[in-house]
């Protein structure tokens, strides 16, 4: 099928939902592409869920810039999309005289980066924010928090469609062309026509970068590997403790969620190999002793979930990392909008990232703004909001209403960890031992489709293969 669009942006994870939404105060007809079936199943929904402070990046570069303003209105965000936020601060552990000099530095960098609410800790005062902690002092940042990556994203992707943003999941582009000033995209089974291009596809976009002609970027995957503790580990931790961080990288971390649980990790591995998850059981071992010489609770026990993210890290020549790039390169396409090497703190900087495309965009198009645009969004139906209690995740207290209400989302996502990460059904104890399969039953039913066509989430990952035996009428 043939779309027409005045702008199409390509990637739908939480930068390319966040600039669609952006978009969409203007009467330009907007679309997204996203490659896969929901806009949370690549590096917008596999992170540390941190909201950072802006201290840990370069003076002068737009990761610390962006990183500022983000973490800054954050709390307005929060209260505006319906998604869960908590500015618990943060401390970076230290030990040596080597330890106090480099977060002397990190204090310094910070407020030259605008930051706030940096300070040095001693044992006693660390000790009265975390009790659990092992570590001799502390630089506390009381601005850094955590949020619900799902919901974060998927709140500002739903926002953009309420305002009239087109999804198309599923849709991975092919190629891009350009005849008479217009750009051709192909995409799964259909073809898009659009003025403008926006290239905010994460792990994909040098692939994007260069089909639009903008060659030349080299892009590494950096892995991170996660444990996830059960809620019963929640209590011990109020905020993330991080260890003192090197050059290019922050640590291994112990992090609390919104929800009660626990995250341990990431380590950093550098891949060439984009779409692997998996977590090897060295890896966990090595998370597990890692972290337990900050916080001494990690035990194997209390461990019910690994997961891994992948980060799209632009180097140079030499392997060094660099800062974000948001460009137009008139030699080259004056209409397309490239972003490279946006990682973290990509989600924490994703609005102000949107904001500046939407004025690079907007200054050169003739695109009015809407007198009827709406930011806002609900918060998520949960359990006490439900008229029917029929429990389907007793791990987390979701009802049958709830599941049936995330069914019939916005975005039109139909996998089952696409009902997880607006529920969050099976992210509990069990892990979907008891719930899996009332939740496939209920996606059959309310979609009208073969429970050989229900997918756990990426293309290819089908539940059920078909049916074991056939009764044949007996």
């Not at 605008?114 to 660390?126: E, T, V, W």
């Not at 974060?152 to 000033?181: P, R």
Request: glycine letters at 10%.
């Amino acid at each position: 099928m043939h779309y027409r669009f005045d702008i199409v942006i390509i990637g739908g994870g939480v930068v390319g939902s966040s600039i669609a939404r952006e978009l969409s105060r203007t009467t330009a007809s907007v679309a997204v592409l996203e490659r896969n079936p929901d806009v949370v199943d690549e590096t917008s929904g596999r992170n540390s869920a941190v909201v950072h402070g802006g201290f840990a990046y370069d003076r002068g570069s737009l990761k610390a810039k962006l990183c500022v303003e983000g973490n800054r209105m954050m709390g307005a965000l929060s209260e505006e999309l319906g998604f869960p936020f908590v500015r618990c601060g943060k401390v970076l552990v230290g030990n040596t005289d080597e330890d106090l000099r480099t977060l002397e530095n990190t204090i310094k960098q910070g407020y030259d980066n605008g930051a706030s609410g940096l300070s040095l800790i001693d044992s006693a005062k660390l000790h009265e924010l975390v009790p659990a902690v092992i570590g001799s002092f502390a630089m506390f940042s009381e601005n850094s928090g955590i949020l619900d990556p799902f919901l974060y994203t998927i709140h500002i992707a739903e926002n953009a469609h309420e305002n009239g943003v087109e999804y198309f999941l599923s849709h991975e582009v092919s190629s891009i062309a350009k005849k008479d000033g217009r750009h051709f995209i192909s995409a799964g089974d259909d073809t898009f026509e659009a003025d403008w291009v926006v290239n905010a596809a994460g792990l994909g976009a040098k692939a994007i970068s260069d089909m639009l002609g903008i060659e030349g970027y080299k892009v590494i995957g950096s892995k991170g590997n996660y444990l996830v503790l059960d809620k019963t580990l929640g209590p011990l931790l109020p905020m993330p403790v991080y260890p003192v961080p090197s050059n290019t990288y922050m640590g291994i971390h112990v992090t609390p969620t919104v929800d009660g649980n626990v995250t341990v990790g990431p380590d950093a591995i550098n891949t060439d190999d984009f779409s692997y998850y998996g977590v090897p059981a060295d890896k966990m071992e090595y998370l597990r002793e890692s972290a337990s010489s900050l916080w001494p609770h990690i035990n194997k026990k209390d461990v019910i979930r690994t997961f891994s993210g992948i980060l799209p890290k632009w180097v140079d020549d030499n392997g060094k990392i660099q800062d974000f790039r948001i460009e137009i390169r008139d030699d080259i396409d004056s209409m397309a909008v490239n972003l490279i090497g946006i990682e973290s703190p990509g989600l924490t900087a994703a609005v102000p990232i949107s904001r500046m495309v939407f004025s690079m965009i907007t200054e050169r198009g003739q695109f009015q703004m809407k007198t009827d645009w709406n930011g806002h969004h609900d918060k998520p139906f949960r359990f006490s909001d439900a008229d029917d209690k029929t429990l389907i995740c007793s791990c987390e207290n979701v009802t049958e209403e709830e599941i049936v209400r995330a069914i019939h989302n916005p975005l039109g996502v139909h996998t089952l960890s696409g009902i997880k990460y607006r529920t969050r059904a099976m992210m509990g104890r069990c892990q979907s031992g008891f719930c899996h399969m009332k939740i496939e039953h209920l996606i059959e039913r309310k979609c009208g489709i073969r429970a050989e066509d229900v997918r756990y989430m990426r293309p290819g990952s089908w539940v059920l293969a078909g049916k074991m035996r056939e009764c044949n009428g007996k």
